[in-house]
Nanobody, 119 residues
C-alpha cells in the first residue's frame, strides 16, 4: 500500500521560510510525478507545484508561487521537498503531498500538514 509521509509544516511569521518534505513508500514502482497542493479554510484545493520524476523531469508552479516556492527531489529517492520563502499570511493552508503512479494508474495523497503564516 502506497504511503506518503509529510513533514515540515508549522507556524512562521510573514516573510519567513519553511521546507516541507514528502516521502513515498510501499510500491515497487516509483511515482511518475509528485507535488504539493494546498487547501485554505473555505476554499478549494489548489495546485502549488508538481515535478515529474523522470529524467529531465519538468516542474510546474501555480503563478502565485513562482519565484517564492521551489520543488525539488532528493536525488533518486521518492522524496520531494517544497522550499517556501517569503511566506505571506495568504499562504496559510493545509498542504497535501500528491503522487501519481503511472503503472498503478492511481493518484495518492498524504494526510496533510498545516502551514500557518502570521502577519
Amino acid at each position: 500500500q502506497v504511503q506518503l509521509v509529510e513533514s515540515g509544516g508549522g507556524l512562521v511569521q510573514a516573510g519567513g521560510s519553511l521546507r516541507l518534505s514528502c516521502a513515498a513508500s510501499g510500491s515497487v514502482f516509483s511515482p511518475n510525478a509528485m507535488g504539493w497542493y494546498r487547501q485554505a479554510p473555505g476554499k478549494q484545493r489548489e495546485l502549488v507545484a508538481t515535478k515529474t520524476l523522470t529524467r529531465g523531469g519538468t516542474t510546474n508552479y501555480a503563478d502565485s508561487m513562482k519565484g517564492r516556492f521551489t520543488i525539488s527531489r532528493d536525488g533518486a529517492k521518492d522524496t520531494v521537498y517544497l522550499q517556501m520563502n517569503s511566506l505571506e499570511p495568504e499562504d496559510t493552508a493545509v498542504y497535501y503531498c500528491y503522487a501519481n503512479y503511472k503503472y498503478l494508474n492511481k493518484d495518492y495523497w498524504g494526510q496533510g500538514t498545516q502551514v500557518t503564516v502570521s502577519s
